[in-house]
């Protein structure tokens, strides 16, 4: 459960759904985890894992989920939180690899890396793309302003207006 975690909104709360779903991790879709796979605290920390990525990649911003949301963003948060969620997973299960051998019985508990790496690269460089495309488009938008007017070149100081005539 999410209890406890100051500042959850119910948008967030949704978006964890949301990540839930499309990462299919339900207790009886899940043959050889039981139960889920990540938990609802573990998928909140991915979001916010995958917000602060969004804000530190170059042009800096200070956007929270909601606001992502609010802008139309909701796939590439959902992309930048299963990139975290992915490599989380991946680390457990590098740790957890055991091979064991004795006397000719080889047993190992399943590998999962390699092909975590693989949906891991694929992930991270469609999503950085997706990024890149994101923050020149906001930083166009900032540029802007909200009614779209822009910035002024300098025949506008010259002419005082566009509309003169």
């Avoid at 779903?21 to 207790?27: G, I, Q, T, V």
């Avoid at 909701?74 to 969620?85: E, F, G, N, P």
């Avoid at 890396?113 to 694929?122: E, H, K």
Wanted: charged share 15%; hydrophobic share 40%.
């Amino acid at each position: 459960m999410i209890q406890g975690i100051v500042g959850m909104s119910e948008t967030t709360r949704a978006f964890i759904q949301t990540v839930r779903l499309y990462m299919r991790d339900f207790p009886e879709l899940n043959r050889i985890v039981r139960g889920e796979e990540s938990s609802d605290r573990q998928i909140a920390w991915a979001v916010l894992d995958a917000v602060s990525y969004f804000n530190g990649m170059p042009h800096l911003t200070t956007y929270s989920l909601e606001e992502l949301l609010q802008q139309n963003q909701q796939a590439l948060m959902l992309r930048l939180t299963v990139i975290s969620l992915i490599e989380s997973v991946g680390l457990l299960q590098t740790r957890n690899h055991i091979n064991y051998s004795n006397g000719g019985i080889n047993v190992g508990v399943s590998d999962k890396t390699p092909m975590l790496m693989n949906w891991l690269q694929y992930f991270r460089a469609y999503t950085d793309q997706m990024v890149q495309r994101v923050k020149v488009a906001l930083n166009i938008q900032g540029i802007l302003g909200p009614s779209n007017v822009g910035v002024h070149s300098e025949y506008w100081a010259v002419n005082a207006t566009y509309a003169a005539y």
